[in-house]
């Protein structure tokens, strides 16, 4: 029993959908990591260190070799700020 040519058309545009959405999310993902490999499984030294690494270069991913930080690294401090609220009932 042959196969009918009509079952071909739909076959090819949903491999090819299969395709476009693979190659879709790798270059998300290749964006996302700028063109590292992702990070599983990460522990607490890892998170401060992606955030440092932020902190000197703008960008999670990004790393320097500059002995001495920038200027702007003095004073983009991790430490969030909020309102004390003990101050505001006096």
Known sequence: MPLPF???IPFGIMSAMFVVTGVGIQFAQNKRNEGKKPCYSLDDWDRKMMERDQRLTGTIRGQTDQPVAAPEFKI???W???K???NDYA
């Open 80 to 82: 969030k700020v909020y």
């Open 6 to 8: 009509e079952t071909l």
């Open 84 to 86: 004390s609220f003990r």
């Open 76 to 78: 983009n401090s991790v």
